[in-house]
């Protein structure tokens, strides 16, 4: 079966650089979240979309950006790229009214 | 205070063990549970979904919910070396796209 599938695995940037994530969901999901995981640490929700409008913004600082495209893949575009941005960062998507939540791989941008 | 708290452990057990993990929540709004297992450096994977109180088994897993309590659990029956991973419980509220609201996760290990 189709996974949430997240791109690039890995990532490595230097400070002040900007990083695009990408995320393409299970076929038919329409939504679509965004986590950062830090070491040792539980995933902390970002932002949402659902049908290619936010839904939901959590701990999401205002350097970075999200949106849903029509095909339903969403991208988390990072600007002004601090050391604490370094983490692993996990797409998760959603179809229906369905709570179960379905997660990528995750992306592990590392900033210099 | 969290709106879920989860003891990190670690836990370490001899394999066959009977391994008992549990969460417990402050918000009554919170209708859905779940459980992840999470590999080290890997996405969170759906183990079990439960949204009443009470027992759900699957093989050697067993989701408990005491909603009047705010408390779940998740048991692990015989457990293998294969089953070491951090373990996360996650909740949401009753409509559709809420995001989920993770424990800091329990580290278990078991020895074969």
């Known amino acids: 079966a189709a996974g949430v599938i997240q791109s690039p695995r890995h990532l490595i940037k230097e400070k002040r650089e900007t990083a695009t994530l990408k995320c393409y969901p299970i076929p038919r999901h329409d939504t679509v979240y965004w986590y950062q995981q830090g070491p040792g640490q539980d995933p902390q929700f970002l932002i949402s979309?659902?049908?290619?409008?936010?839904?939901d913004k959590g701990s999401i600082p205002d350097r970075f950006s999200a949106q849903q495209f029509s095909d339903y893949h969403s991208e988390l575009n990072m600007s002004s790229l601090e050391l604490g941005d370094s983490a692993l960062y996990f797409c998760?998507?959603?179809?229906?009214?369905?709570?179960?939540?379905?997660f990528g791989s995750g992306t592990q941008l590392s900033v210099l | 205070q969290k709106e879920v708290e989860q003891d990190p452990g670690p836990l370490s057990v001899p394999e066959g063990a009977i391994v008992s993990l549990n969460c417990t929540y402050s918000?009554?709004?919170?209708?859905?549970f779940m459980w992840y297992r999470q590999y080290s450096r890997k996405g969170p994977e759906l183990l079990m979904y439960?949204?009443?109180?009470g027992n759900k088994e699957d093989g050697r897993f067993t989701a408990q919910v005491d909603k009047s309590s705010k408390y779940i659990s998740l048991f692990i029956r015989d457990s293998q070396p294969s089953d070491s991973a951090t373990y996360l419980c996650?909740?949401?509220?009753?409509?559709?796209?809420?995001?989920?609201?993770f424990g800091k996760g329990t580290r278990l290990s078991v020895i074969a």
């Open positions: 998760a998507s959603r179809g229906g009214m369905n709570e179960k939540l379905f």
């Open positions: 996650a909740m949401t509220r009753i409509s559709g796209n809420t995001p989920l609201v």
């Open positions: 979309f659902y049908e290619k409008m936010q839904s």
């Open positions: 918000n009554s709004a919170f209708q859905y």
């Open positions: 439960t949204y009443s109180s």
